[in-house]
Every structure is written in structure tokens, then in C-alpha cells.
């Protein structure tokens, strides 16, 4: 008998938890990421409420400052991240789940690393004079 | 005239930093990473410090609790991140600089993806009982 633990996934979340795990097989056969917004779909408090319980804490947790606070954080399933964005209030204006071995948001974009080439040449130029 | 605020890099950090801007390069052409253990290099307690300071602090920041605590955090260089372990008693263990588009730290691994699908399918079939 399913005990009283194993509720939270019993609600409308349950659809979601199933396309997560076919992400997670679309990941790891060719390498797809998936990104599902929270504010898109018919999801109502009490069901992403379900869903995040379900998910649970995982290692990785991160926040990432570029155009407002945002969150990243990894679930207690390997490859599922949740990503929250927020406004200087703290308020949540987006929610992402991403099923991916890294979340775009916390990867250096080429070309900002060829910027920091850039700066640090230029600051090593400037401190060796 | 150098002002005073570009003076930390003057020291021993100097010749790390020059590494540093090598990896950097060498990430953008090749997409190689580089690890560099800062406790493997005759770096003393000042020029680590000038060194961090040299670098400066990012827009991601992360803990990795995944065996005793670990932060991760991107400088102010996009691809240089700093990697520190601690013990429990929030003492440093070990620290590397990471120049990649994002440490292996903050990476999925795909084993422990395969295990998520697993424990997900069985968290699924589970709540469907």
C-alpha cells in the first residue's frame, strides 16, 4: 500500500513527473535538453507545490546574478534542475524545470569567454608596465 | 602610472594569471579545460589572495554538497572559476581554478542520469498503484 510519503505525486503534477522522465531518456540516448516553463502550462499552486515536492533537493545549488536574481538548482534526480527567476523584491516571475547535464544558465557563453581573453590580456598589459 | 587598484596582480599571481589567460585560449579554440590545484603550486597565503583578487567575483554562484561542502564561483573572467572543497568545519581542503565553460562540480554525470530515470520510473509506478 503506498504509503502517505508517496502522496505528493498522486495530483495533476503526475503528467509533468512522466515528461520529465522522457526527457531524461531523450537526454541521456542523444543529449537533448528539454525546458518546460511552470507559468505555461494549467499548473496550479497546490500542483507545483506537488511537482517541487516530488522533485526534492538535490547537491547543486546555485545562484546566478545577470539581470536579476535567479536561482538554479538541482533536483534529487540527477539531470532534472529547477530554475527560478526573480525580481529585486524576491517575487518569482518564471519558473523553468530543465532536464539537462548543466542548465544553460550557469555555462560561460563563448563569446563572454572571449571577452574575459580580451580583459585579462588587457589587465596583464597594464599591470606588467 | 598603474593606480593603486590594478596593484594586486604585481606579484607572484602574476605568472598564474598569464596561465590562466593560455587556458583561456586554449578553451575557446579547442573547447580543452584546464584544472589548475592552487595547494600543488608554491603559492604563498599573499599571492593567493592577490590572485583572487586579481580575478574577482562573477555572476554564478554555487555549493556542492556532494561529500563534505564545496562553493563553486565564476570570477569576473567568464571560463575561470574558482572550485573550493571544505570540511564540515567550513575549513579549505582544497582549491583549483577550473578554466572551462563550466566545472566538471556543476556538471550531471551520466551515470547518475541513468540512475534518475530509474528512481523516477519507480517513484511513477509507484503513485499510479
Known amino acids: 500500500m503506498p504509503s502517505t510519503?508517496?502522496?505528493?505525486?498522486?495530483g495533476n503534477a503526475l503528467p509533468l513527473l512522466n515528461e520529465i522522465r522522457h526527457a531524461l531518456?531523450?537526454?541521456l540516448a542523444s543529449g537533448e535538453?528539454?525546458?518546460i516553463d511552470l507559468g505555461a502550462l494549467p499548473l496550479g499552486q497546490q500542483d507545483e507545490a506537488e511537482l517541487l515536492a516530488a522533485l526534492g533537493a538535490g547537491e547543486v545549488e546555485?545562484?546566478?546574478?545577470a539581470g536579476g536574481p535567479s536561482?538554479?538548482?538541482?533536483?534529487?534526480?540527477h539531470g532534472?534542475?529547477?530554475?527560478?527567476?526573480?525580481n529585486?523584491?524576491?517575487e518569482v516571475l518564471a519558473r523553468f524545470v530543465e532536464v539537462a547535464f548543466v542548465p544553460e544558465l550557469l555555462m560561460s557563453q563563448p563569446e563572454d569567454v572571449a571577452d574575459a581573453v580580451a580583459a585579462l590580456a588587457k589587465?596583464?598589459?597594464f599591470g606588467q608596465n
Open 33 to 35: 535538453t528539454t525546458v
Open 88 to 90: 529585486e523584491q524576491g
Open 123 to 125: 589587465k596583464l598589459a
Open 5 to 10: 510519503a508517496t502522496g505528493a505525486e498522486h
Open 62 to 65: 546555485a545562484t546566478v546574478n
Open 71 to 77: 536561482s538554479v538548482r538541482e533536483t534529487s534526480f
Open 80 to 86: 532534472v534542475w529547477l530554475v527560478t527567476h526573480r
Open 25 to 27: 531518456e531523450r537526454l
